[in-house]
């Protein structure tokens, strides 16, 4: 036993004193040190919501927003999009029971802006990818007037809302027209005013003092009314029924603003040259190489004023803007408006009130030349937003516009004449907000339309078809839930 005992010692010492030469030894070694985290910060110089992306100088910022809506309208009975390209008077009539009053939107928005320091200043870009589910009346309609269909199931819709750089006063891509001011701020269902996402190459000076002045090249395609927009020539040796349309694009839409923004709120003046090239044909006996063109130059101004009205209460402010076009009608109104029904070319509806120029045939001649008789008009607009509480406010707006298309005012309506046409929008909001950023609304408009229209010498001045009027109106009311984040 002690023999045992005494073994069992010198094997635990001898252990212990090998362990311990051991960790000496394996103190002398060098040891990796861990590397360090690279942990995400916040950006100071950008704003909320900016955070360095790990191992650049590059600042970020990820958002969306999903919005649900449904709306009713209701309005007279109108004229179907469908029949010959010149004779509205054989076109069915479409009683609202044929249409669809009622729909549903859904809506996702996804966008993610960078920013960085530069020598030249902040360089931006800045990507938003729209999602829509659309079904009912939000399925018909469109800017260039007028549903292929009556009624429509729906369908998903994808689209860039926006895509640009920004960097030392240069603007490139797709960006809110700079023409815009108000650009239906508020209002849901659009007013009389414009309010376009374009593509653009843009420059802005910034003057000083909150002055700025920008020169914007901006693609003309996307303020042409439509193709048939320009009217249609009446008799001649057209080879198919087809109507005046545009031409190619040449000149781009040139924009200038004059922009002023202090404590009080803003002002803006804008101006925009669009040129008008309409053409037709082939005509017949021609080989498909006969065509006949005209050009002409159309042109617009607005002016915007925004208070602030912080002695109301906090968030209030009054919004007014006034526009006037010659031959360019999409800057007066190219607000988007759901389907309150067809086009006034077809004797009752919303979408515009009419053209950017009506062709008319040359007296005399039999291979489509024409004259084009440019429209002009001029919109006005308000919008007051006042808020009761911190989370209840409602906004009041309305707009008025008017169009005339000169001698194109004696060509019989039936051959897409068209005299004169005002159109009277107004609406109210209430919007309550129970939470940051979550929002509800509800929006109540009605709009009316009155025109004067030609008819033929041999018709009477109120031979309309039976149920259809030449003065319109319509109501709507639509429901929002917006959440962003």
């Known amino acids: 036993m002690h023999h045992m005992t005494f073994a069992k010692s010198l ?70 999009p469908v029949g010959t ?31 960085t320091q530069t020598a030249y200043g ?11 589910r659309v079904q009912g009346t939000y399925a018909e309609g469109g800017l260039s007037g007028g549903a292929s269909t009556i009624t429509n199931s729906g369908g998903n819709n994808a689209t860039l809302r926006r895509g640009f750089i920004q960097f030392a006063g240069i603007t490139a891509g797709r960006v809110q027209s700079f023409f815009d001011f108000y650009a239906d701020n508020y209002n849901y269902e659009g007013i009389a005013n414009s309010d376009l996402a374009q593509n653009v ?18 693609d003309r395609n996307a303020r042409n009314l439509s193709a048939q927009g320009l009217g249609y020539i009446t008799g001649g040796t057209q080879a198919t029924t087809s109507s005046v349309r545009y031409a190619g694009e040449t000149i781009p839409d040139l924009v200038g603003v004059l922009r002023y923004d202090q404590a009080w709120g803003s002002a803006q003046l804008s101006a925009a040259y669009h040129e008008i090239q309409a053409e037709s044909g082939p005509f017949a006996g021609t080989g498909g190489q006969g065509f006949s063109g005209q050009d002409a130059d159309g042109f617009a101004v607005q002016g ?18 006034g526009a006037y076009q010659n031959g360019a009608y999409l800057y007066q109104d190219s607000a988007y408006y759901i389907n309150q029904g067809f086009s006034s070319a077809y004797l009752g509806g919303f979408q515009h009130i009419d053209r950017d120029a009506i062709a008319i045939r040359t007296p005399g001649t039999a291979n489509g030349a024409f004259t084009l008789q440019k429209g002009e008009g001029f919109s006005v607009m308000a919008a007051f937003n006042h808020y009761f509480t911190p989370n209840f406010h409602d906004v009041i707006f309305g707009s008025y516009e008017q169009t005339s298309y000169g001698r194109a005012g004696r060509i019989d309506w039936t051959q897409g004449g068209l005299g004169f046409a005002e159109q009277y929008k107004i609406g109210n909001q209430f919007l309550w907000d129970p939470a940051k950023n979550l929002e509800f609304g509800l929006e109540f ?14 018709q009477a001045a109120t031979a309309l078809p039976v149920g259809v009027s030449k003065n319109p109106d319509a109501f709507e009311a639509r429901l929002r839930v917006e959440r962003d984040f």
Request: hydrophobic fraction near 45%; aromatic fraction near 8%; include cysteine.
């Open 11 to 80: 094997l635990l010492g001898t252990a212990a004193l090998i362990s311990a030469a051991s960790l000496a030894q394996a103190a002398d070694l060098p040891v990796a040190k861990a590397a360090p985290v690279d942990y995400v910060r916040v950006c100071d110089w950008t704003g909320a919501g900016f955070f360095y992306i790990p191992g650049t100088d590059t600042c970020i910022s990820i958002g969306a927003q999903v919005r649900i809506e449904g709306v009713f309208i209701s309005n007279s009975r109108t004229l179907a």
């Open 85 to 115: 390209a010149t004779n509205a008077a054989n076109r069915i009539i479409v009683p609202a029971r044929d249409r669809d009053e009622s729909g549903f939107l859904a809506r996702v928005r996804l966008g993610v802006d960078t920013r």
């Open 122 to 132: 902040t360089l931006r870009a800045f990507i938003q990818y729209q999602i829509d």
């Open 201 to 218: 190459l843009a420059y802005t000076y910034q003057v000083g003092g909150g002055l700025s002045a920008t020169f914007s090249i901006e």
């Open 304 to 321: 915007g004023v925004r208070l602030k009205l912080p002695m109301l209460a906090a968030g209030d402010d009054l919004w007014v803007e």
């Open 445 to 458: 408009d009605y709009a009316k339309i009155n025109q004067t229209l030609a008819h033929n010498v041999n």
